[in-house]
């Protein structure tokens, strides 16, 4: 078994490692690893740094029908026209990918910003179901282009938010190594934003919204491990209030980070939905995999330097949601007997590495794992396997908001945010409660 566990500080070198010298999107993904760690009872949690539902069209509500539309991102292409040399890095990118995003896929540049003389731009563009965003900058007439992974968030789960805002990314810290001490926190607002007012202990600063786009540039610095003890030399935001044009406060959100840290895990009473399990499962297994049916399709693993590692099981791979490119890993290991899984980003050329909950294991009922793109990131993507006897998956929010969440063979996928706890709910198929997990990263 691949576990690629590490040391805290080599996993917060890995959340912001430099990206310097290409200027291509697959230096970048090559990058990511994964760490395995316990979110609680059966989550495993993964954090993997890499590039990258049927829902309402873009361009409809973005906050419930209050703030209208995201008129940027109704025909697919937000913004002003992005360089022939990004719009050809995403297509070699994408060539490769093990997770290719739609060929038809329209990049946009959505805003630009500077500091320190290093100058930012804000790309913006739709995987199937998804708005993605990502940050990259020159650092001169001399130097190769820096770029940050792409950031998506569901559509829908910005609809069922019901806010007039969303904070992609709090703190990505880039270029590092060229010029530290650089960060950005950059999202989307929705048309009736003007402007977004950013609280943190330094102040209150007020960032302008183009193109349904906004990004804040500021200085901090990434966070380190001496001694055992996290130090986190930046000032984060805390919190973004949407303001509309005659500076009338629309709503907010809070923005989490590392350096506050995020909300532990509430009881399943305290949240809406179900809180009791009606019917609890007899034998979690995954019978298409005990049998060794080649269900999805056929993975090759191979690792950036060309080799294939020792004792990985046979993987299949599968597309669970059609609101991302995303794709999940997963096979069965024989001894010990365990079920592995792992995810493939969007535009990643391969998978970072992968993990294993034991079979019949007391209280493994749902293998889960949870990735995000980017360091702080605001709204991390889950994805497991659910067994047999769960037929259908439901999310919902901390507001009463559900969405059903697709299985495909087992494998199921969900986004959801950082900053508030939600419900998984299992049912069978008599519709019954079979299981109840907490989602909180």
């Excluded at 973005?62 to 297509?91: C, E, I, K, M, N």
Aim: with cysteine; hydrophobic share 40%; aromatic share 8%.
């Amino acid at each position: 078994m691949i576990d690629f566990e590490a040391h805290m500080d080599a996993a917060l070198t890995r959340l912001s490692p430099p990206m310097e010298g290409r200027d291509d999107w697959d230096d970048v993904l090559r990058r990511g690893r994964a760490r395995r760690r316990p979110l609680a009872a059966s989550f495993v949690g993964v954090l993997a740094l890499a590039t990258i539902l049927t829902v309402t069209p873009f361009g409809q509500a973005f906050a419930g029908g209050a703030l209208h539309r995201l008129v940027t991102w109704t025909d697919q292409a937000p913004g002003g026209p992005a360089s022939s040399t990004d719009r050809d890095a995403l297509r070699k990118a994408n060539a490769k990918a093990a997770a290719p995003i739609p060929a038809d896929t329209k990049l946009g540049l959505l805003g630009s910003g500077m500091l320190d003389g290093v100058t930012f731009e804000l790309l913006g563009f739709r995987d199937r179901g998804s708005l993605c965003l990502r940050l990259r900058t020159s650092l001169g007439q001399d130097n190769h282009i820096v770029k940050a992974p792409a950031t998506c968030v569901f559509e829908q789960l910005l609809v069922d938010l019901g806010k007039p805002l969303a904070v992609f990314s709090a703190a990505d810290p880039f270029p590092r190594r060229a010029k530290p001490g650089l960060q950005a926190l950059y999202g989307l607002a929705a048309d009736d934003v003007a402007a977004i007012e950013l609280v943190s202990e330094g102040g209150v600063h007020r960032v302008p919204v183009e193109n349904n786009a906004f990004l804040f540039l500021y200085r901090g610095e990434a966070p380190s491990l001496p001694r055992t003890r996290l130090v986190y030399r930046s000032d984060v935001p805390s919190r973004a209030n949407a303001l509309d044009a005659a500076d009338h406060r629309l709503g907010s959100v809070k923005i989490m980070s590392l350096k506050r840290g995020y909300p532990g895990a509430p009881p399943a009473s305290a949240l809406p939905g179900p809180s009791v399990v009606g019917h609890p499962i007899a034998s979690p297994r995954v019978g298409w995999l005990d049998r060794g049916e080649q269900r999805g399709d056929p993975y090759d693993w191979t690792m950036p330097d060309g080799t294939r590692p020792r004792g990985v099981p046979p993987m299949r791979i599968i597309t669970p949601n059609p609101a991302t490119s995303m794709r999940v890993l997963v096979g069965r290991m024989s001894s010990p007997p365990a079920y592995c899984t792992m995810n493939v980003w969007p535009l990643a050329p391969s998978a970072p590495g992968y993990m294993c909950d034991p079979i019949g294991g007391p209280s493994v009922t749902i293998t889960m794992g949870t990735s995000t793109s980017v360091f702080d990131a605001q709204f991390p993507v889950y994805y497991g396997l659910v067994p047999d006897e769960v037929r259908s998956l439901k999310l919902i929010l901390a507001n009463g908001a559900d969405e059903q969440v697709p299985i495909v063979d087992n494998v199921f996928a969900f986004q959801t945010s950082g900053a508030e706890p939600a419900k998984l709910v299992g049912y069978d198929s008599d519709g019954q409660v079979v299981v109840i997990r907490i989602v909180s990263f």
